[in-house]
C-alpha cells in the first residue's frame, strides 16, 4: 500500500513538472525567429517594408500572409522587370551593329515608342513613385534613343539624325520642367502614353505582316517585352488601385503577344522586299 501511494505521488510529480517544460518548449518554439544578418535584412525590409519583412521572413508566416506574400512577390516581379529593362534591348543594338542594317525597324514605331517612354518616365519621377514600379523606362527610353538614331544612321539620313537628337534632348529637357510642363498637363500627357503607347506597335506589326519576316528585330527585346509587360499587370494588380494603368498594361501585353506570335509564325523568313535604303523607315 506504502509502495503504490509512492508510486502514484511519483508519477503526479513528474506531470507536474513536465507540463510546465513542455509549454516552456512550444512557447520557445512560437517565439523562434529567423534573424537574418544586417547586410540581408536591410535590403529585404527596403524590398517589402518592416511589416512584411516581420511576417514572411522573422515568423515564416509565408503561406498565412496572403497579403504579404502577393507583396513581396510584386516586389520581385518590379525589380526583375527592371533589371530585364536595363538589357532588353542591348541584343537589337548588337544585332543593328553587327549586320550593319536596320531593314524591318519601323522608324515610326521607335519615335512613338522614346517619346511614350520619355512621359512615362518625367510623370514617375515627378510623382516621386518607387523606382521598381517604373525603372526600366528610364533604360527603354536610352536605349529607344540609341536604336531611333542607328536607324536614321543606316538608312543615311544624317541630317534628320542630328535633328532627331537635337529633339529628344529638348523634350527631355520640357518634361522635367514644372514651369514648361504643368503637373495637370503632365497628367493628361500621361494618359496618352497608353494610346500613344499601343500605337507605337501598330507600325511594327503592320511591317512584319507586309514583309512576312521581322527583319533585324531582336527575338529577346519581343519575348522580353511580352513577359514585362504581362508581369506589370500583376504588379499593378497587386500595388496599385488604377484602373487606367491596369487597362494600359492589359493592352500593351496583347499587343506585345502579337509581335510574339509573329516572331513565331515569321522565323527564319527573310523579307521578300528590298529596299533602296537599308534600313529606311516604312
Known sequence: MLRASTTVLSSWSTVAFAAPLTEQILTDKMDRKLVLPRLLRDPAVALIGDKCYTSLIENLQLFHDIDCLKYAISKGLGFGIVLGGSIVKIPQIITILSSGSAQGLSLASYYLE???CAISLAYNFRQG?????????????????????MILYYAGQKSLLAASAVGFFLVFQALSSQTLVPSNVMSILYAATIPLTLSSKIPQIYTNFKNSSTGQLSIFAVFNYFLGST????????E????????????AATFNGILAIQVIVYW???????SAKPGKAD
Do not use: Y
Open 240 to 251: 496599385l488601385n488604377d484602373p487606367l494603368m491596369l487597362a494600359g498594361n492589359v493592352l
Open 129 to 149: 513613385n518607387p523606382f521598381s514600379t517604373f525603372g526600366e523606362t528610364f533604360f527603354l527610353t536610352v536605349q529607344n534613343v540609341i536604336i531611333t538614331l
Open 268 to 274: 527564319g523568313k527573310k523579307s521578300e522586299r528590298v
Open 114 to 116: 522614346t517619346f511614350s
Open 231 to 238: 508581369a506589370r499587370v500583376f504588379t499593378t494588380m497587386t
